[in-house]
């Protein structure tokens, strides 16, 4: 059964970090892409990072380009979010995808996880 479990979120000050993890059971890890979405009250749900499966390459949102870093370990089957220098602005709940490398292929989804960036 496939399963993405995030965990790490919570309260934090303006101007603290956090590290979110996303656990995979279920599926190939190595094979999928990773991506981190969040959505904020009476948003759309907005693309955060993304890490290349094999390679590892990555790409960032301009909004959080400097401050937060996605990485890996498939030995582990985990993704993470380093996020530093956090604002209010990044309150959302924070979502894990894996994205199917096989034509036809199923994504899949975390239920997601709160972070809230308040003083």
């Known amino acids: 059964q496939v399963q993405l479990v995030e965990s790490g979120g919570g309260l934090v000050q303006p101007g603290g970090s956090l590290r979110l993890s996303c656990a995979a059971v279920g599926f190939t890890f190595s094979s999928y892409a990773m991506r981190w979405y969040r959505q904020a009250p009476g948003k759309e749900r907005e693309l955060v990072a993304t890490i290349t499966g094999t390679i590892g390459s990555t790409n960032y949102a301009n909004s959080v380009k400097g401050r937060f870093t996605i990485s890996r370990d498939n030995a582990k089957n985990t993704v993470y979010l380093q996020m530093n220098s956090l604002k209010p602005e990044d309150t959302a709940v924070y979502y894990c995808?894996?994205?199917?490398?096989?034509?036809?292929?199923?994504?899949?989804w975390g239920q997601g996880t709160q972070v809230t960036v308040s003083s």
């Open positions: 995808n894996a994205v199917s490398p096989y034509l036809g292929g199923h994504d899949y």
